[in-house]
């Protein structure tokens, strides 16, 4: 898994100062995508050490949002619990192009998942009529790496609407 860079956003996450981290190799390419150099495979190699850098150049940050990796989601997984459990005050995001996860387990050390590919007719995140959701997941409120089990999810999207 490879990313091509890396910026500090506060639209991404609402209420989230976010790093966002734009992977590449992605297989969904919406037809309309903005981001069509992010098909290829190019970019750094995303790994422990990547991360770990990325984190500790990025002071401030309280959310770490994985823009793509739908090319390989067991790996994505293993770098989002490698964070959760280095850095369990960051909240960690993921915005994927499939229109469902394919199981809960994929969510598991999630706090955000943005879902859907982009359509052009149907707008973007602050567009009324946009097919992508993003939801907040709620845990029991332990926290805890070893039992973490999700209490719920609650469709946030509204909050991108003006």
């Not at 490879?2 to 190799?25: C, M, Q």
């Not at 050490?49 to 401030?60: A, P, R, V, W």
């Amino acid at each position: 898994m490879k990313y091509v860079d890396a910026k500090v956003v506060f639209a991404e996450i609402p209420d989230e100062i976010t790093l966002a981290i734009n992977i590449s190799g992605c297989p969904v390419r919406c037809p309309d995508c903005h981001s069509k150099y992010l098909w290829e495979d190019i970019g750094e190699s995303l790994d422990r050490d990547s991360l770990h850098s990325l984190i500790e150049n990025n002071k401030g940050i309280t959310c770490l949002a994985f823009m793509g990796g739908d090319a390989n989601v067991p790996y994505l997984q293993t770098l989002i619990y490698w964070v959760k459990t280095r850095h369990p005050e960051l909240k960690i995001a993921w915005y994927s192009g499939e229109d469902r996860l394919l199981k809960s387990s994929d969510i598991k050390y999630l706090d955000y998942i943005k879902l859907g590919p982009f359509i052009k007719d149907k707008g973007p995140l602050n567009s009324k009529t946009t097919n992508q959701r993003i939801y907040k997941i709620c845990h029991d409120g332990t926290r805890s790496m070893i039992h973490n089990d999700i209490c719920g999810i609650e469709d946030i999207t509204s909050k991108f609407w003006k």
